[in-house]
Structure formats: structure tokens, C-alpha cells
């Protein structure tokens, strides 16, 4: 069970790094904030990636001017 936990542990933080970084490159606000609410969240399987991806589409739809410049954020993850 430790194993197992342990790997899953190094999954989500590798996740939330590879996520902090593709929204930093896309110029979202707070990339590190999503990056580690992702982390976080992927550790509730099918539930947690579904409220990310709805969370990205929220700050998407909130800063940008276009649904197509919307989706960019949610689109990677």
C-alpha cells in the first residue's frame, strides 16, 4: 500500500509541475495555484480531472475575450 501510494504521490506532483508550467507558457493567471489544485485533485480519480478541466474553462471564460481563447486553457490538460 505504500508503494502504491508513494507512486501515485510522485504521478500528481509531476502532473501539477507539468501543469504549472504549460499554463505559465500559456499566460494563465496564477499557473502555479492550478498546478497544485491539479495535483491535488487527480488524487480523486474521474471526479477530480473533471472539476480541473470545468475550473480551466471557468478562468478561461473569465480572461480571455473568445470561447476559442477559452477552451486554449482546459484544451492541454
Given at each position: 500500500?505504500?508503494?502504491?501510494?508513494?507512486?501515485?504521490?510522485?504521478i500528481?506532483?509531476?502532473?501539477?509541475m507539468?501543469?504549472?508550467?504549460?499554463l505559465?507558457?500559456?499566460?494563465?493567471?496564477?499557473?502555479?495555484?492550478?498546478?497544485?489544485?491539479?495535483?491535488?485533485?487527480?488524487?480523486a480519480?474521474?471526479?477530480?480531472?473533471?472539476?480541473?478541466?470545468?475550473?480551466l474553462?471557468?478562468?478561461?471564460?473569465?480572461?480571455?475575450?473568445?470561447?476559442?481563447?477559452?477552451?486554449?486553457?482546459?484544451?492541454?490538460?
Amino acid at each position: 500500500m505504500t508503494t502504491y501510494l508513494r507512486t501515485v504521490s510522485i504521478i500528481n506532483l509531476l502532473l501539477a509541475m507539468v501543469v504549472a508550467l504549460v499554463l505559465w507558457l500559456l499566460d494563465a493567471p496564477n499557473p502555479l495555484l492550478w498546478g497544485t489544485l491539479a495535483g491535488l485533485l487527480n488524487f480523486a480519480p474521474f471526479v477530480g480531472p473533471a472539476v480541473m478541466t470545468f475550473l480551466l474553462l471557468l478562468v478561461g471564460v473569465t480572461s480571455s475575450n473568445s470561447l476559442q481563447e477559452a477552451c486554449v486553457l482546459p484544451g492541454p490538460f
